[in-house]
């Protein structure tokens, strides 16, 4: 076997990112790979931290490539390991603590630096650049005290610092030293628009203001001063002005080099053996720092190294703002120049605005601001250079106007061609997501995203996704990728509980004034989902809201189908005793309970029970000693167990003393939707722990902890989560696993469905591997089981809510004749 | 005083967003309150499967009955969809005056003939 050629990449950032990608579809087994990652992490998606910002995402959400994919590829990742120097005649690089690789090819992808305004005081503590996921932390953690932040700069990166910032709870000020904002991809009058719309939210906005220095208190930032004479106070400054290609070791490794690394069309550097690739290159003297020509370049730079010919000849560039509730989309050039037209579009009351740029009739740059839908179309037409004369008079309207079609977004996408743009980001056409689509049997945009990537990075072209899915698979689409919670919100569970997060919204009126409502009080299915999300997001803070509960949950019973209640007591891992089994026959025969049931979770259902009667049955039985087994709850119902070491001649662990211990310090804890969970003492897994949502095997060695079975409306075997070796840990583990589902899935969502859409490996990693988030996510349940674990049967014999048991009126001894 | 309507409790007794019972001798008929505070009375008996619509999650002017979820409309006991309901059949529902806070209840169809 011939020695495989080594390739060491400078920088793990998307470009590098998306060039393995390329790279291993091409020729998996032609390099032994290297990498070298200043930052200590793996891949993300740098062009979402806005929303990691702002909450509205997590940084697992923006991860492209996780350790797995490395170790699956046969990568060396080295994290944290900055490249001091490049020795290009013996073909080595060297990291700053010394670590060292050869290389047969190199590829430099070190991208760009923030832009620090040199006045005095730019190196102070509290002075931020926005970078990397360590400037994002850095925000998070200043903003976690409030106080007021500057945001210098008024661009794109600017404007999404100062929105998250806004979002975390600070009091932000926009400086920007231009007129207007963002006067690179906008003209004076959607700056206008813009700024209306920033300072709506509640963020100042200076222009023309030149930063003069930054002020200092007790060794930290404690203003900007701004020429004009005013002082803003500031707890912390984020600059935000720009960026410049990082090329230092290049220049220092004797390449050439210009404002970036140069590069020809094949994105070789000045040395054969090196090439460069992302923000760091200069390619026919332009510098992007824009995702989609990055990715143009990757693909160009994947195809050479895997010994195809092939050229990038630059890219035109469309930007879109990533701040929630303001949509802008530019794209081409749109400068004053001679022989330029315009076509300008005002609905000042609608805040729509849309300005074309024309050049012998073919559009050269677009301005879109509030509805945006058109960015994809007007930027096809960019790039072909399409000669837009016959529609002249009509193209600013939109595609659904200009093309004679209908105003229906479906026709819309149907009329574009095949190689139509859709994910600008990624560089995919119409025509290979429709024969994904196809070929692959893809049901939802989840699907497109995983195989085509398309709309996987800003994901701003979701929208067009769905329509082409509709046009593929007609009524056969269930746009279930986000289906809104319920007809009083167009949000889908996921946002929902993102932004009761990021903009800390604490009751149900709040989060339906927040996030817009169409109802004045929600519906069914809405108001226990929220009542839920509230309370297992703000434990100790949030009032539970009985109203918003499903009966079953008011009044800590089942209804049956003549309106009758059945009431399970608690059965600790389903043991009894003479004591508890006498006191539910004196029930019975009190009550005239008509049946008596052995359950299939281990527990005594007695069923039959008038609503009033309710009080009193739980007053007997929990005079012996018996609880609420909320059997009807979306809470943990029962810990089935076998009899294990106590009894069972095969038994190797105390499997009832186990399930005993588990549910006694779950009960009470409320969930996405039910949860049953099992503990056997031996694999002949007589307690059936492989078809719960969560199972224990016990083995000689331990505890092989399960996950993800039902056994329901659907039948699934479980999945192994992990190995513990002590019961102390496969509680950990339990607990844990159970803590991340109640932060993650959505209402009414079992843990087997909830895992299948977040994937069985990410929570595997998070409970097995991240052994600090484990105990973490540990930590979190038992903060809220301090409130949970009151036994509602009991505080109902006390009198609370007692109106719900007692009719207002009893007429039934009035006769109406009398 | 007029005999026909019954005081029944006060408008506090009905909690926000619920429900409270009034037995009669023909049928059980809901009381309920919904958010901006206005008592409905209807009765308790889902026109589906005779659900207790009193044991339903309230929203705006409606209930949506806790057995199979059909929502019924408060203010006319009519039921969401085509034909609304099952059968076009709808709930019944019952007059209610409120004074000084107290509610007054017409249980009875026809009390006056069967006086007389």
């Known amino acids: 076997m011939p020695q495989r050629q080594k390739l060491v990449i400078v920088g793990n950032g998307m470009a590098p990112g998306r060039m393995l990608e390329e790279l291993l579809k091409r020729s998996p087994r032609a390099y032994d790979i290297t990498i ?119 661009g794109l990166l600017g404007l999404e610092a100062a929105a998250g910032l806004q979002m975390r709870g600070m009091d932000v000020t926009v400086i920007h030293l231009m007129p207007t904002l963002m006067e690179r991809q906008l003209d004076t009058a959607a700056g206008h628009l813009l700024r209306q719309a920033v300072e709506a939210r509640g963020i100042k906005v200076l222009t023309e203001a030149n930063t003069q220095s930054i002020t200092e208190k007790d060794g930290k930032v404690a203003g900007v001063q701004i020429e004009d004479g005013r002082l803003l106070p500031a707890d ?54 824009l995702v989609a020509p990055l990715y143009e370049m990757a693909k160009t730079l994947a195809a050479n190294l895997a010994g195809e010919e092939a050229s990038y000849t630059g890219s035109v560039t469309s930007t879109k703002l990533k701040v929630t509730g303001i949509n802008l989309f530019s794209a081409g050039d749109f400068a004053d120049a001679e022989g330029r037209e315009e076509i300008v579009l005002r609905d000042a ?21 509030g509805d945006v839908a058109d960015g994809a179309w007007f930027f096809d037409l960019i790039k072909r250079s399409t000669d837009i004369s016959e529609m002249r008079d009509t193209v600013i309207f939109g595609q659904g106007f200009a093309g004679g079609t209908p105003l229906d977004p479906t026709a819309a996408v149907a009329a574009l061609p095949d190689d139509g743009e859709i994910c600008g980001c990624n560089g995919i056409c119409k025509g290979t997501i429709v024969e994904a689509i196809g070929e692959l049997g893809l049901k939802d945009v989840e699907g497109v995203r995983m195989h085509t990537k398309a709309s996987a990075s800003c994901g701003s072209c979701t929208g067009l996704v769905e329509q082409l899915l509709t046009l593929s698979l007609g009524d056969d689409y269930d746009p279930a ?28 009126p709040d989060v339906m004034q927040e996030l817009e409502w169409t109802s004045s009080c929600g519906c069914a299915k809405c108001r226990p989902a929220l009542n839920y999300y509230l309370l297992a997001t703000w434990p100790g803070e949030y009032t539970d809201d009985n109203q918003s509960r499903f009966i079953n949950e008011r009044v800590h019973a089942n209804i049956q189908k003549d309106g009758t209640y059945s009431v399970v007591p608690r059965m600790w891992g389903g043991i009894t005793s003479a004591d508890e089994l006498r006191a539910i026959a004196d029930v019975t025969d009190k009550f005239n309970v008509p049946t008596v049931k052995v359950t299939g979770g281990q527990r005594i259902d007695l069923l039959g029970i008038q609503k009033e009667d309710l009080p009193a049955v739980w007053a007997d039985l929990n005079a012996a000693g018996l609880v609420s087994g909320h059997a009807y709850g979306k809470a943990l119902r029962t810990v089935k167990t076998c009899v294990g070491t106590d009894w069972c001649r095969f038994g190797t662990q105390d499997s009832t003393g186990f399930g005993i211990r588990i549910e006694k310090f779950m009960w009470g804890s409320w969930t996405p939707a039910k949860v049953k969970m099992a503990v056997s003492g031996c694999p002949r897994n007589c307690s059936e722990a492989t078809c719960k949502d969560v199972g224990v095997i016990c083995v000689d060695s331990g505890y092989e902890i399960h996950f993800a079975g039902a056994a329901g409306l659907e039948i699934k075997g479980t999945v192994v989560l992990g190995h513990a ?79 719900e048991f007692m009719p207002l009126a009893d007429l039934t001894r009035m006769q109406a004749a009398e | 005083m007029d005999t026909d309507f019954i ?110």
């Open chain 2, 7 to 116: 005081d029944i409790g006060t408008v506090e007794d009905v909690p926000v967003r619920g429900s409270r019972l009034v037995k009669t001798p023909d049928a059980t008929i809901a009381i309920f309150k919904t958010m901006e505070g206005q008592i409905f009375a209807i009765e308790d008996k889902c026109p589906h499967l005779s659900g207790p619509l009193s044991q339903g999650i309230v929203h705006g002017n409606r209930v949506t009955c806790p057995l199979h979820n059909l929502v019924i409309d408060l203010a006319n006991g009519q039921a969401d969809g085509p034909g609304g309901g099952p059968n076009g059949k709808c709930v019944k529902t019952f007059p209610i005056e409120i004074m000084d806070g107290r509610i007054l209840l017409k249980p009875f169809d026809v009390p006056s003939e069967k006086v007389a």
């Open chain 1, 36 to 154: 070298f990652n200043a930052e200590p992490r793996v891949n993300y998606d740098r062009i979402m931290l806005s929303p990691v910002l702002s909450a509205e995402k997590t940084f697992e959400d923006i991860i492209i490539h996780d350790d797995d994919w490395y170790a699956a590829n046969d990568i060396t990742l080295h994290k944290g390991k900055r490249v001091a120097r490049i020795d290009r005649d013996a073909k080595v690089v060297e990291a700053e603590d010394g670590t060292a690789a050869s290389y047969d090819r190199l590829v430099l992808a070190t991208g760009s630096s923030p832009f620090i305004i040199p006045v005095p005081g730019h190196d102070l503590p509290g002075v931020l650049a926005y970078r990397d996921l360590d400037d994002v932390d850095a925000m998070v953690e200043a903003a976690e005290h409030g106080g007021k932040a500057v945001v210098i700069g008024g």
């Open chain 1, 236 to 289: 912390i400054v984020v600059m935000a002005v720009g960026i410049k290609p990082s090329s230092g070791i290049a220049k220092d490794a004797g390449l050439t080099v210009g404002r970036g690394i140069s590069v020809d069309d094949t994105l070789c550097t000045s040395d054969p053996a090196v090439s460069a690739v992302g923000e760091c290159v200069e390619h026919r003297g332009m510098c992007y720092g």
């Open chain 1, 481 to 508: 990728g986000v289906p809104p919670m319920c007809g009083c919100t167009d949000l889908g569970h996921g946002d929902v509980r993102r932004l009761i997060v990021a903009k800390n919204l604490k009751t149900i």
């Open chain 1, 725 to 803: 070796s002590t019961e102390d840990e496969a509680l950990e583990i339990i607990v844990a696993v159970t803590q991340l589902y109640r932060e993650q899935a959505y209402y009414l969502e079992r843990i087997h469905k909830w895992a299948a859409r977040v994937g069985v490996d990410t929570v595997r990693e998070q409970i097995m591997d991240d052994v600090e988030r484990r105990k973490a996510l540990f930590e979190r349940f038992c903060y809220s089981q301090k409130f949970s674990q009151i036994d509602p049967w009991a505080e109902r014999v006390q009198g609370d809510q007692a109106h």
């Open chain 1, 349 to 369: 009351s609608n805040g729509v605005y849309r300005r074309l740029v024309l050049e012998d009739n073919r559009i050269v740059g677009a301005v879109l601001y």
